[in-house]
């Protein structure tokens, strides 16, 4: 099994709603990713999980909390989010931490109201 | 900082042309190069990559790409391109010492009949 898998695929929230994002992967990676993707532009790095514990945040606000239950479990918590926080979120994972190529899930697609 | 320059933003070509995206990367340490291609709105998935030994890589979908690195370069090509060809594709890279996937600005292959 060599895919990542998101749910769900698309995703419209209001700005006072609490929503998750899910991601899963059964390769036995111990890095998992998340980006933020907007129209026209390349993925943004928000968040790296390895070996399940966070080890990098890359400054992003604290409506995203993200969380790692099991090697092979992503999630992204979402409270609170800004119209601009609409776009397709992506999460990726590798073998280990950024020296291998990443595996990229087809995205969730989110529309904050 | 690492840096992945991708100069054209679109690449018009007609099917069964040959096709030529650029990639310029500034790193003076050992790299680590990628292509992915992302179609409308799906995830991004690996082409090709470059981690060590010959310049000349092969990857999915008849592309190739070749490591310079005189000229950083990682230059992707195909000899012959298909309708389904139709894309975006951005270039990353890592380093050992940025230890972070940096894309490009990404290049929309647009083939025409």
């Known amino acids: 099994d060599t895919e990542v898998t998101q749910t769900p695929k698309h995703l419209v929230m209001g700005m006072t709603n609490k929503k998750s994002l899910k991601c899963e992967q059964h390769?036995?990676?111990?890095?998992m990713y998340w980006y933020k993707q907007k129209a026209k532009k390349p993925p943004e790095l928000m968040f790296v999980?390895?070996?399940?514990?966070?080890?990098i945040n890359e400054s992003v606000p604290s409506r995203f909390s993200p969380e790692c239950p099991n090697s092979s479990l992503l999630n992204l918590h979402l409270h609170a989010l800004q119209p601009e926080d609409s776009a397709l979120y992506l999460c990726?994972?590798?073998?280990?931490?950024?020296?291998?190529?990443?595996?990229f899930g087809p995205g969730t697609r989110l529309t904050v109201l | 900082a690492q840096s992945v320059t991708q100069l054209d933003s679109q690449v018009p070509v007609f099917e069964e042309a040959p096709v030529e995206l650029r990639c310029n990367y500034s790193s003076s340490v050992s790299v680590y190069l990628f292509w992915y291609v992302q179609y409308p709105n799906q995830g991004l998935q690996l082409l090709l990559k470059?981690?060590?030994?010959?310049?000349l890589v092969k990857g999915i979908n008849g592309f190739e790409a070749e490591f310079n690195k005189s000229q950083t370069s990682f230059h992707l090509r195909k000899p012959s391109v298909h309708i389904s060809d139709t894309a975006e594709y951005f270039c990353a890279a890592v380093t050992g010492t940025a230890s972070k996937l940096t894309f490009g600005t990404g290049t929309r292959l647009q083939v025409t009949l």
């Open positions: 470059y981690l060590s030994g010959s310049t």
């Open positions: 990726a994972s590798s073998q280990e931490r950024f020296t291998n190529e990443q595996f």
């Open positions: 390769m036995g990676h111990r890095a």
């Open positions: 999980y390895s070996y399940e514990k966070l080890s």
